[in-house]
């Protein structure tokens, strides 16, 4: 007859007998087995000084199951890193949402370069719009991008805070575009210097360092 073991704790098997394989009336049990991480017990019986355990008792022990085949039974125990703490799922990001991703952040980047830019050199409303439109419209493009490659819940994840960063870059554009209709003059420093701006600023670094690393995190300076 032959025993094999499947699944964690191989190393049991060493000293398994196979119930029916029969103990003479003079071996008693000696001591109990018992299995850290697992409730329960099993007798154990000293055969010529050595410790043995009949297996279907170890199977219960380990809520394992038993089967047979022939003059073959094969023991199949629960994994052993199956019963460890689980690991978090992963926070990876997907290769084309962090490409999208990346784009749509360098648009917002050049978007707010050039709107610092119209406000250095005194654009008027409408050449301020010419200016930045297309780096407007290639954010929202790209973003749509970025939502199509969102697969996973990462990315997902990820991508709530790509369109929070959209939206604050709009506001600040926005907040901008209506002090120049009114007339209103507004320098660089004072633009680096609003809370929206620097909320901007702060979302982009977030962002720019969850996609150096590829996994999506959230330290709340988006929000």
């Given at each position: 007859?032959?025993?094999?073991?499947r699944?964690?704790?191989?190393?049991?098997?060493?000293?398994?007998?196979v119930?029916?394989?029969?103990?003479?009336?003079?071996?008693?049990q000696?001591?109990?087995?018992?299995?850290s991480?697992?409730?329960?017990?099993?007798?154990?019986?000293?055969v010529?000084?050595?410790p043995?355990?009949?297996?279907?008792?170890?199977?219960?022990?380990?809520?394992?199951?038993?089967g047979?085949?022939g003059?073959?039974?094969?023991?199949?125990?629960?994994d052993?890193?199956?019963?460890?703490?689980s690991?978090?799922?992963?926070?990876?990001?997907?290769?084309?949402?962090?490409n999208?991703?990346i784009e749509?952040m360098?648009?917002?980047?050049?978007?707010?370069?050039?709107?610092?830019?119209?406000?250095?050199?005194?654009?008027?409303?409408a050449?301020?719009?010419?200016?930045i439109?297309?780096?407007?419209?290639q954010?929202?493009?790209n973003l749509?991008?970025?939502?199509?490659a969102?697969?996973?819940?990462?990315?997902?994840?990820?991508?709530?805070?790509?369109?929070k960063?959209?939206?604050?870059?709009?506001?600040?554009?926005?907040?901008?575009l209506?002090?120049?209709?009114?007339?209103?003059?507004i320098?660089v420093?004072?633009?680096?210097?609003?809370?929206l701006?620097?909320?901007?600023?702060k979302c982009?670094h977030?962002?720019?360092e969850?996609?150096?690393?590829?996994?999506?995190?959230?330290?709340?300076?988006?929000?």
């Open positions: 007859m032959r025993v094999t073991a699944g964690g704790c191989l190393i049991l098997a060493l000293f398994l007998v119930t029916g394989l029969g103990f003479s009336q003079a071996e008693q000696d001591g109990t087995l018992v299995v991480g697992h409730t329960g017990q099993a007798p154990v019986t000293q010529n000084g050595r043995y355990v009949a297996i279907d008792a170890l199977a219960r022990l380990m809520n394992g199951s038993l047979y085949r003059n073959e039974i094969t023991l199949t125990l629960p052993a890193a199956g019963e460890a703490v690991q978090p799922a992963t926070r990876e990001l997907s290769r084309d949402f962090l999208a991703g749509t360098s648009d917002i980047r050049e978007w707010r370069s050039a709107l610092l830019v119209a406000l250095q050199n005194g654009y008027r409303v050449d301020l719009l010419i200016v439109e297309p780096y407007q419209a954010a929202a493009k749509r991008l970025a939502s199509v969102a697969t996973t819940a990462s990315d997902r994840d990820a991508l709530q805070l790509l369109n960063e959209l939206g604050h870059m709009q506001q600040l554009s926005n907040k901008v209506t002090a120049r209709k009114k007339a209103s003059y320098t420093d004072s633009l680096k210097k609003d809370p701006d620097q909320k901007v600023l982009a977030a962002l720019g969850m996609a150096a690393s590829g996994e999506f995190r959230d330290d709340g300076s988006c929000h």
